[in-house]
């Protein structure tokens, strides 16, 4: 078959990869000038099925609340008055209750162990470098009571089957002593040996360059304007350089996706979530952490990625801007020195912004669509690096007619 992936993100790539393995002939379009350069381009980094809680739980409605007068807060609502963002809000909050929380977890934690399987697969087939580390991601808490209470929630992560170790201040350095000099600061730690981490725009230009090299065609710098339908099925994709058309069609345009969407009269729960991340050159490699984490309690997310060490924070309900200024980067800056100084040039960064393509309860949309030949694989939110492999594979499995390895509740589509 012949197929169109809209979108060259890394949840695009993925699933032309899959899609190719499966003999399929693929064709990915992109607005921009290559792979990844939109939501996949600055994100954390973390490979972390160890953090997939979902984001919708019984405490954001409040966080979202205090946002709205303090700075602090994990979940920040800022209210744009527009109708898209008001009908999201409804639903993200109608999954903020325990049952829905601990569904949603549930089935997030499946998706993101399957889909670290499937990275590892792919990692071993095409030998792409990404400066990705194994050897575990660390969640670190600065209280007795925040990491108590930590070690009590991993509980639904551990039936999910991850091995989860909680360790001491001393047991936490032992595992990074990149983190000693900020010993005084941790109380203790989740580690999660499993997670992993690297650079998912890396990633993504790596297998791309493999992708074309098995055949598939890349057309950059092409906006889709329009979908066409006839019949049940779509007819054709319109760009502004004409028309093209294919056996199917994959959507996998992040939090553009409900745009697109919308000209088949499809309706996508997909909001943007805003976060930020600053990119510093490693100066000290022994002051450097040595595997990539959490400050639980700052919100602040740590990875290095070769010699660069990337921090990442902030996730704001807030509209569709990347817009970006040094002084946003400030409070992220002030806590990251305070456990990393000397280990890195926080004279240089490169600053970033990007948005998390949220549906409200944080698992995408894998499924075929109301129209036979138009699929879905998009709304990853805070965890698209994690579980682009495995969508991608249960995508081309449905494809494909097979029966995906794992269950796909709460992936489905709802119209
Ligand atoms: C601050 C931050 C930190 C994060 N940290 C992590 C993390 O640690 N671990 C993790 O697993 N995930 C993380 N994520 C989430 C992850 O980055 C996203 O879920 C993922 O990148 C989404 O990928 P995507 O391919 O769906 O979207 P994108 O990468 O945005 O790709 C969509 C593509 O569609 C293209 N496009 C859009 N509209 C059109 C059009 N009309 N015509 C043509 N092309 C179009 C865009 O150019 C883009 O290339 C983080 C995200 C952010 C913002």
Same mark, same amino acid.
């Given at each position: 078959m012949h197929i169109v992936v809209l979108g060259a993100g890394v949840i695009g790539v993925t699933t032309a990869w899959q899609l190719?393995?499966?003999?399929?002939?693929?064709?990915?379009?992109?607005?921009?000038?290559?792979?990844?350069?939109?939501?996949?381009?600055?994100?954390?980094?973390?490979?972390?099925p160890g953090h997939s809680y979902a984001w919708s739980s019984p405490t954001a409605p409040g966080m979202?609340?205090?946002?709205?007068?303090?700075?602090?807060?994990?979940?920040?609502?800022?209210?744009?008055?527009?109708?898209?963002?008001?009908?999201?809000?409804? %639903?993200?909050?109608?999954?903020?209750? @325990?049952?829905?929380?601990? &569904?949603?977890? +549930? $089935?997030?934690?499946?998706?993101?162990?399957?889909?670290q399987t499937i990275l590892d697969e792919v990692v071993a087939e095409t030998r792409v470098k990404y400066d990705g580390l194994d050897g575990?991601?660390?969640?670190?808490?600065?209280?007795?009571?925040?990491?108590?209470?930590?070690?009590?929630?991993?509980?639904?992560?551990?039936?999910?089957?991850?091995?989860?170790?909680?360790?001491?201040r001393d047991q936490t350095i032992a595992r990074d002593p990149g983190l000693a000099p900020a010993a005084s600061q941790i109380v203790g730690s989740l580690f999660v040996?499993?997670?992993?981490?690297?650079?998912?725009?890396?990633?993504?230009?790596?297998?791309?360059? %493999?992708?074309?090299?098995?055949?598939? @065609?890349?057309?950059?710098? &092409?906006?889709? +304007? $329009?979908?066409?339908?006839?019949?049940?099925?779509?007819?054709?994709?319109?760009?502004?350089?004409?028309?093209?058309?294919?056996?199917?069609?994959?959507?996998?345009?992040?939090?553009?996706?409900?745009?697109l969407a919308k000209k088949l009269k499809i309706k996508l729960p997909i909001y943007p979530v805003k976060g930020y991340s600053a990119t510093l050159n490693i100066t000290n490699p022994d002051r450097a952490p040595k595997i990539g984490g959490v400050d639980e309690?700052?919100?602040?997310?740590?990875?290095?990625?070769?010699?660069?060490?990337?921090?990442?924070?902030?996730?704001?309900?807030?509209?569709?801007?990347?817009?970006?200024?040094?002084?946003?980067?400030?409070?992220?800056?002030?806590?990251a020195k305070a456990l990393f100084d000397d280990a890195a040039d926080f004279d240089n960064p490169q600053y970033w912004a990007g948005l998390r393509p949220m549906t409200p309860t944080g698992l995408p949309i894998i499924d075929r669509s109301r129209y036979e030949n138009f699929w879905i694989n998009?709304?990853?939110?805070?965890?698209?690096?994690?579980?682009?492999?495995?969508?991608?594979?249960?995508?081309a499995d449905l494809v494909a007619q097979k029966r995906p390895a794992i269950a796909r509740e709460g992936m489905h589509y709802e119209n």
């Open positions: 190719l393995k499966d003999g399929h002939e693929v064709t990915v379009i992109d607005k921009a000038d290559g792979p990844a350069t939109f939501s996949s381009f600055g994100n954390a980094g973390l490979v972390a979202m609340l205090r946002s709205l007068w303090r700075g602090d807060q994990a979940i920040r609502f800022k209210p744009e008055f527009t109708m898209s963002q008001a009908s999201w809000i409804v %639903k993200f909050l109608g999954q903020c209750n @325990v049952k829905s929380a601990s &569904e949603n977890t +549930r $089935n997030k934690s499946r998706l993101c162990i399957y889909s575990g991601l660390i969640y670190f808490y600065r209280t007795p009571s925040a990491f108590d209470a930590a070690v009590t929630r991993a509980q639904i992560l551990r039936d999910a089957g991850l091995s989860i170790e909680a360790l001491d040996p499993s997670d992993a981490s690297g650079d998912s725009n890396l990633f993504t230009i790596a297998l791309a360059k %493999k992708c074309a090299a098995a055949g598939c @065609v890349f057309r950059y710098e &092409e906006e889709i +304007r $329009n979908i066409c339908y006839s019949g049940g099925q779509v007819s054709a994709i319109i760009t502004d350089r004409g028309e093209i058309t294919a056996d199917a069609y994959v959507l996998c345009l992040g939090v553009y996706s409900p745009h309690e700052n919100l602040l997310a740590y990875c290095p990625m070769g010699n660069r060490l990337r921090l990442t924070a902030t996730a704001e309900i807030a509209g569709y801007s990347t817009a970006h200024k040094p002084s946003d980067f400030s409070d992220m800056f002030a806590k998009t709304g990853h939110g805070h965890m698209g690096w994690t579980m682009s492999n495995g969508s991608a594979r249960i995508l």
